[in-house]
């Protein structure tokens, strides 16, 4: 089961971080956005909006009337009014809340993956749309971040093409991410909040172990690197 509490605390430490690394998530808005099957909607919800990394995107290249968003974190509300200032924010657990209308676009980038019921989420958001509506997902697979899992023997919750199989028009990508050493890779999961797979602390003598295994399995062309799985979902 996933640790919810964890999710929400680690995302909401590195809510002002985010933008600047979240290299990945800012690739796959983009594609999601490209993914779309007609730019202009009445009504739009985003879940998990975070910082508004996606809805910089949407109020870029889409029309619409009402954009409602939603996230775990309630202070991503103050970052998405500044993008679009007559927003409506809905707080809270995408699992756990009512949604009281429906849309024309339900739309979520790097979020979904969170989920304890996956499937069962995806089907309420399909309950949630208006006739002809869309829903655009992009979650990532059970490739993702490998590298940490393995070293740290974490278990993998995230899901693979066959859990998600039951969709149609599903498009996998891989992507690596490198770095100089691999305290930087760290770094750079704590400063994007993506770390919320596990409460852990490292000594010093751990680290140092973390260091040298990584070096050994994960050194490509002078760096060390870091996979990412993004897995995009449209039904419509």
């Not at 940490?148 to 995230?158: L, Q, W």
């Not at 399995?217 to 002078?222: D, K």
Request: hydrophobic fraction near 35%.
């Amino acid at each position: 089961m996933i640790d919810k509490s964890l999710v929400k605390k680690r995302f909401k430490k590195s809510l002002k971080t985010y933008n600047d690394n979240a290299i990945i998530q800012k690739q796959t808005a983009e594609k999601l956005i490209s993914l779309l099957p007609r730019k202009e909607y009445n009504s739009i919800l985003e879940v998990g909006c975070a910082t508004g990394i996606l809805t910089e995107k949407i109020k870029q290249n889409l029309i619409f009337n009402e954009f409602s968003a939603n996230d775990l974190v309630e202070d991503s509300q103050k970052y998405i009014e500044q993008i679009v200032p007559s927003s409506h924010f809905i707080s809270g657990d995408i699992e756990e809340i009512q949604l009281d209308k429906k849309y024309d676009l339900i739309i979520s980038n790097a979020c979904l993956q969170w989920c304890s019921n996956i499937t069962g989420t995806i089907e309420k958001l399909k309950s949630a749309l208006n006739p002809n509506g869309v829903l655009a997902l992009s979650v990532f697979g059970d490739k993702n971040l490998a590298e940490i899992k393995n070293i740290f023997g974490i278990e993998n919750k995230m899901y693979s093409m066959q859990d998600l199989s039951c969709f149609e028009n599903i498009i996998e990508d891989t992507h690596k991410l490198y770095f100089d050493t691999p305290v930087d890779v760290l770094k750079h999961l704590k400063l994007t909040g993506v770390n919320a797979i596990k409460e852990a602390k490292l000594t010093k003598s751990k680290l140092k172990e973390f260091e040298i295994h990584y070096k050994e399995q994960y050194f490509e062309n002078g760096k060390v690197y870091l996979t990412y799985n993004p897995v995009y979902i449209v039904l419509h």
